[in-house]
């Protein structure tokens, strides 16, 4: 089975920072990776697909890049909105989340 | 705009089998696949299986032995039975569309809202 492993797994930044997480898949995935983002009490959201491809209707600070066993979720400007746990995902399995918190 | 609705009951005693449903509204359940993730309290996601709107299958090798998902065209419903439950098995039960197939993978972009089920006595 494929295993997904983000990195950080909490992240301390302030408004406005540059954020960055990455995944790591113990085999390549091609670019069939996705990342969501998941505020308390809310169900995933769909930010990225393919690696890259921005879901429709996410801002364009959202920004996915990588292929094969490496991949990164980079938030060019955080915005308040944006403090949640981040998630990739590669069929039926999800990485263990990233928690962003306000510094 | 499609949306997905879970319904079940919220309460399930141990070594029972825990049955939810998701409702598609707005849309078909046709061409797409359908998962069921859940999440325990204060922890990470767990995909648990797919259907297909055909009806093949796809499982969680973890809960292979305890899941059964099945799909109702005519009623546009999902359906998962998880058997055998223990307190291991309380969390929020998601399902999710899924953009895939054999050849592509555009990630699940329609989630319901998620319904709370608590394994106790």
């Given at each position: 089975d494929i295993q997904m492993t983000q990195s950080p797994s909490t992240l301390s930044a302030s408004v406005g920072d540059r954020v960055t997480i990455t995944c790591r898949a113990s085999q390549s995935v091609s670019s069939w990776l996705a990342w969501y983002q998941q505020k308390p009490g809310k169900a995933p959201k769909l930010l990225i697909y393919k690696a890259s491809t921005l879901e429709s209707g996410v801002p364009s600070r959202f920004s996915g890049s990588g292929s094969g066993t490496e991949f990164t979720l980079t938030i060019s400007s955080l915005q308040p909105d944006d403090f949640a746990t981040y998630y990739c995902q590669r069929y039926g399995t999800f990485g263990q989340g990233t928690k962003v918190e306000i510094k | 705009q499609v949306q997905l609705q879970e319904s079940g009951p919220g309460l399930v005693k141990p070594s029972e089998t825990l049955s939810l449903t998701c409702t598609v509204s707005g849309g078909s359940i046709s061409y797409y696949?359908?998962?069921?993730?859940?999440?325990?309290?204060?922890?990470?996601?767990?995909?648990?299986?797919?259907?297909?709107?055909?009806?093949?299958?796809?499982?969680?090798?973890?809960?292979?032995?305890?899941?059964?998902?099945s799909v109702d065209t005519s009623k546009n419903q999902i359906s998962l039975k998880l058997s055998?439950?223990?307190?291991?098995?309380?969390?929020?039960?998601?399902c999710a569309r899924e953009r895939?197939?054999?050849?592509?993978?555009?990630?699940m972009d329609v989630w319901g809202q998620g319904t709370t089920v608590i394994v106790s006595s």
């Open positions: - | 696949y359908w998962s069921w993730i859940r999440q325990p309290p204060g922890k990470g996601l767990e995909w648990i299986g797919y259907i297909y709107y055909s009806g093949s299958t796809n499982y969680n090798p973890s809960l292979k032995s305890r899941v059964t998902i055998s439950v223990t307190a291991a098995d309380t969390a929020v039960y998601y895939r197939s054999r050849d592509y993978d555009y990630g």
